[in-house]
């Protein structure tokens, strides 16, 4: 069942909140993603602005002097609120909405996950220099950051990190290996070359596209192709 309708974000702002989330968005933003897989996740009830980066509103300027994007309103009894930061939206709302909780009870578990997260950072700077290159670049990185998470795989002998069901870690970094599959338009037999490297990696990528929130907000590895090979237009999208 889907909670969640589309809108365009324009000259006025939106009406107040009643009984809904807000998530201002741009297409093809990885953090935005995040934060959509999590809402579906937790099945709560959500409209979704789009922006234009290079023409963002007044009003929303107003509201969101640093411009960070994605921002989430939330309906309080002391007006609509904001939050920013797509790692701080996500556990927001873990918690907000106890049912299917997505981070581990375990502490400690808990804990390595957000390691993993920063871990993945270096795979993100790797995808961005990849991109910015015309994939000539970056691969190295995003090479290591994968061996990382393949052994991580290994150790908890589980098809996702989450366990039997994807959890926050697997929700957290699918954006980013979602976009990766573009780089089988590149070099097929290249690509498929390193799913012999990382096997445990390449079947838990097999099991998200097949998870109903994934598929969700599912782009094709063509589409992902067709957006990053316009500079401009990557820039304004992915670093936001």
């Not at 970094?173 to 990382?198: A, G, M």
């Amino acid at each position: 069942m889907s909670y969640y309708d589309y809108k365009v974000a324009g000259p006025t702002p939106p009406p107040a909140l009643t009984d809904k989330l807000r998530l201002y968005h741009v297409d093809m933003n990885p953090y935005g993603h995040r934060v959509l897989l999590i809402l579906e996740a937790k099945k709560a009830k959500y409209e979704v602005y789009r922006l234009d980066p290079l023409n963002l509103p007044t009003w929303f300027k107003a509201k969101n002097p640093r411009l960070k994007i994605p921002v989430l309103e939330i309906p309080t009894e002391h007006g609509d609120k904001y939050l920013f930061e797509s790692v701080v939206i996500c556990d927001y709302l873990d918690e907000k909405y106890a049912a299917n909780p997505l981070h581990s009870r375990d502490p400690y578990v808990k804990a390595q996950d957000r390691l993993l997260i920063e871990r993945f950072n270096e795979l993100i700077k790797g995808s961005l220099e990849c991109f910015d290159t015309n994939f000539a670049f970056g691969s190295e990185q995003i090479i290591q950051t994968l061996d990382i998470f393949e052994r991580e795989l290994a150790v908890r002998g589980t098809y996702y990190f989450g366990g039997d069901r994807p959890g926050m870690l697997d929700y957290m970094i699918w954006p980013w290996v979602e976009r990766l599959y573009l780089l089988r338009c590149v070099n097929e037999r290249k690509f498929d070359e390193k799913r012999t490297i990382f096997p445990n990696f390449a079947d838990w990528g097999d099991q998200m596209q097949l998870d109903r929130v994934v598929k969700k907000h599912a782009n094709s590895p063509a589409e992902y192709f067709e957006y990053y090979k316009n500079a401009r237009t990557h820039t304004m999208g992915y670093y936001l």
